[in-house]
């Protein structure tokens, strides 16, 4: 690859990153480029080699365990032999005495208002603009596109009137359950009026209010005949838009036309897991998406049905409060930005020593030089605090090395220490055996810790490759680590002082078409202690969000107080196969299962640049793959082929059965290039094919390396 770059003191800097630092992410700061690059300059070579070292230390302790397995084959696992080799080798850590976390200005999304969190790919400016804008989200719309409502014209682009009365009885179901009328329901009132700050609702000629009547908090346009009327459960809202003449309240006797429920809370733009920037030209391109949101200028223009269509940042909605004030309700999601971990290096940078810069460092001083802006028009952040997520550290010594980047970061850029908040992804083995002690080296930042079932089995299974073949990937969700390890992760955030302070959420919910079964699955998340839980569109947010209303997450969070805590023992318990006796059908089932939906994924991402996607499964239900799921289905292949459930041989022919079914899945996309006509030449084929034959190599299971090396290939061709 043929890359331009500019010397800067000891570092060369591709061009095209060296003009968008110098001519757009600095401009209008009070950072001049010269103190941008000589501070980042003398922090990389500081931080680079300690980057390197932990990353050596993931190898050893991995040599370490794999020899440990490997001596111990065939033996039982002695629990208490297994901690101590643990501890022995320093996987395990001393747990230290309790404290709290003492982080300081936080915004009430994270610390007060329970809600759905959105992840979006930074690298798409349309989904990020509509994923910052899903704080309010219609939910006539939400319920009418979705699963949740049943009837013949469902999915049909004709209006079908019966379905959407019963989205409106829907709603008022629901209003009636949770922000009840005092002697009527919500399915029987003609009218909405505002009398000396009190919501008056009308039946005819008789007039109620509300039961809890502190829930209705304000209006928009005038006393007799409000425009809007914004109800408050659970600190979140629903703005009820009254338009008599708006098609959808045609058959409304109040007048009603919509529901908008305030949705998702946080919105966590991603620089990770869902995108596919491998080079310079692709880093620059999610930088300047984050830069625009935190300047609130980013605006994208895009074709829709023949029209063009504009998309901005929408501005904070306005009313009039019970008590006749101005009332301002914050009109967009809190962004957060999730980095890259500490693995990966980019060629957008070359160090002194010929290395290419770990992308991690470079991530956390160009992201924190974006939110500069908005450190100055609070627009995002009323705190005045930066939100970074961490992904895929290693334990203690990991998140420490965090704290000491964020440090020169703040250095760097003249900023307050700690302004630069972490929210830590429990999502390898290390972290979760070691989490109080991983809290602690981040207790002044963290703000936010994290279940990632996902990329937590991918670990698990890579970091006991060598104990045993693996119970099947749909059995993992009823192990017995798996339930230790979401319940730890609540338990220890109370015990160090989350409550009230900062966020403890719980992971995605991947089948987007699905909503019917998220409305009765995804409500357990809330039921375990979290008060923030993973979405992948603004319609489930809306829909998650209602969620919220019907539990009261942080009275929730008190009864988990007093709970038995989950057993280290159990966390530790490996998930392997007692002695399998699984058929060939069933084994080659599950196998084709995870082929296809790793051809599905790669395939887009090597070949489109695509890092996130809905992608087919073997049924033809629509799930969203990213680099997580990749990696758990890589990792359980390679697993049974090294422990002989199934042959590389047999993995092969499936791998090319699979390559033709996605094909057809993909017929209908005019950019797609065919995996099944030539398998040798299909760069997508063979990667997705390496992800599982090299699978035991990678570092820790993780797919990066060899996404990124070929999409480079890919590129170049």
């Given amino acids: 690859m043929n890359i331009n770059y500019i010397d800067i003191g000891n570092l060369k800097v591709s061009e095209n990153l060296v003009k968008f630092v110098n001519e757009e992410l600095l401009v209008e700061t009070n950072i001049n480029p010269e103190r941008f690059w000589s501070g980042f300059d003398r922090s990389v070579h500081e931080l680079a080699p300690k980057n390197k070292e932990l990353l050596e230390k993931r190898k050893d302790l991995q040599k370490k365990i794999d020899d440990w397995h490997i001596q111990n084959k065939g033996k039982e696992i002695n629990i208490n032999e297994y901690k101590k080799f643990l501890k022995k080798i320093g996987y395990l850590v001393d747990t230290g005495s309790n404290f709290k976390i003492e ?203 023949g029209k063009i269509l504009e998309r901005k940042l929408n501005p904070d909605r306005s009313y009039i409060s019970k008590d006749g004030k101005g009332l301002k309700l914050q009109g967009r999601s809190l962004l957060l930005i999730r980095n890259v971990g500490h693995l990966m290096t980019n060629s957008a940078i070359i160090l002194k020593d010929g290395n290419e810069v770990p992308e991690g460092i470079m991530d956390a001083f160009i992201t924190t030089a974006a939110a500069l802006h908005d450190l100055k028009r609070k627009k995002n952040s009323r705190a005045g605090s930066i939100y970074i997520v961490k992904p895929k550290m290693h334990g203690p010594e990991e998140t420490a090395f ?147 209303h019907q539990i009261d997450i942080f009275s929730e969070q008190k009864k988990i107080l007093n709970r038995d805590k989950a057993k280290l023992d159990d966390l530790l318990t490996l998930p392997i196969a007692d002695r399998p006796n699984w058929s060939v059908d069933e084994i080659n089932s599950e196998i084709s299962n995870s082929a296809q939906t790793i051809l599905g994924y790669v395939v887009r991402w090597i070949d489109q640049g695509v890092g996130c996607s809905k992608v087919p499964d073997i049924n033809n239900i629509g799930l969203m793959e990213d680099r997580a799921t990749l990696r758990i289905s890589s990792q359980h292949i390679a697993n049974w082929i090294h422990h002989g459930i199934t042959t590389k041989i047999q993995v092969t022919e499936i791998m090319k059965a699979m390559a033709k079914v996605v094909d057809k899945q993909n017929e209908g996309d005019k950019n797609y290039v065919k995996m099944s006509d030539n398998y040798d030449q299909s760069i997508a084929f063979q990667t997705a094919c390496d992800l599982i034959f090299k699978g035991r190599e990678q570092p820790s299971g993780y797919t990066e390396p060899l996404l990124h090396l070929n999409r480079i290939k890919k590129k170049l061709v």
């Fill in 103 to 305: 982080t300081n200005n936080v915004d009430d999304e994270i610390t007060k208002i329970a809600g759905p969190q959105l992840v979006v790919p930074i690298m798409n400016a349309r989904y990020a603009l509509n994923a910052a804008n899903a704080r309010w989200v219609s939910l006539y719309d939400s319920l009418y596109g979705t699963d949740i409502i049943e009837s013949e014209e469902g999915g049909s682009e004709r209006y079908d009137p019966n379905r959407g009365q019963e989205v409106i009885k829907y709603v008022r179901e629901f209003l009636d359950k949770y922000i009840p009328i005092d002697g009527t329901s919500w399915k029987n009132i003609t009218g909405l009026k505002i009398v000396n700050g009190d919501l008056i609702i009308l039946k005819g000629d008789y007039e109620y209010k509300l039961k809890d009547t502190h829930k209705f908090i304000g209006h928009r346009g005038d006393v007799n005949k409000p425009e809007a009327v914004i109800l408050q459960n659970n600190k979140l809202h629903f703005e009820i838009i009254i338009n008599p003449r708006a098609f959808s309240a045609a058959h409304d006797i109040a007048g009603i036309s919509d529901v908008i429920a305030e949705s998702a809370v946080s919105t966590i733009c991603d620089n990770e897991d869902s995108v596919a920037a491998v080079d310079a030209e692709d880093k620059v391109y999610c930088y300047k998406n984050w830069l625009g949101l935190m300047k609130g200028n980013l605006k994208i223009q895009f074709e829709k049905k």
């Fill in 402 to 548: 965090t704290d000491l980047i964020f440090t020169k970061v703040e250095e760097t850029l003249n900023l307050q220490k700690n302004t630069c908040k972490i929210g830590i992804m429990d999502e390898e083995r290390r972290t979760s055996a070691n989490l109080k002690e991983c809290i602690r080296t981040l207790k002044n930042r963290v703000f936010f810790i994290n279940t990632g079932f996902l990329d937590r089995t991918g670990d698990e299974m890579h970091t006991s490759m060598e104990s045993g073949p693996m119970i099947k990937k749909g059995d993992m969700k009823s192990s017995k680590w798996i339930s230790a390890y979401e319940n730890n992760n609540v338990d220890v955030g109370l015990e160090c002082g989350f409550f009230g302070k900062a966020q403890i959420g719980k992971g995605m919910w991947a089948a987007p078409d699905m909503m019917k079964q998220m409305m009765v699955e995804k409500i357990g998340h809330l039921k375990a202690g979290a008060n923030c839980a993973w979405v992948p569109s603004p319609t489930a947010a809306s829909l998650h969000a209602l969620h919220y």
